[in-house]
């Protein structure tokens, strides 16, 4: 699931090392369209080894309380 036009602000993370490094991130959101609407979501992103490629988010869940 990608949220276009919303703000992300990490409150907590974990990691796991892998071939790399999984990153999960809590955090609390804002819709940009005007309403203000304020949620969560779990973003994770995985950081490769050196020269192996760069970090990129491979996923977004909206946490649904």
């Known amino acids: 699931?990608?949220?276009?036009?919303?703000?992300?602000?990490?409150?907590?993370?974990?990691?796991?090392?892998?071939?790399?490094?999984?990153?999960?991130?809590?955090?609390?959101?804002?819709?940009?369209?005007?309403?203000?609407?304020?949620g969560a979501a779990k973003v994770y992103v995985f950081q490769p080894l050196p020269r192996q490629g760069t970090a990129h988010i491979t996923h977004i869940d909206k946490v649904v309380p």
């Open 1 to 38: 699931m990608t949220l276009v036009g919303v703000t992300y602000v990490p409150v907590a993370f974990a990691t796991q090392v892998v071939a790399g490094t999984n990153y999960d991130f809590l955090c609390t959101t804002t819709v940009m369209d005007g309403s203000n609407t304020q």
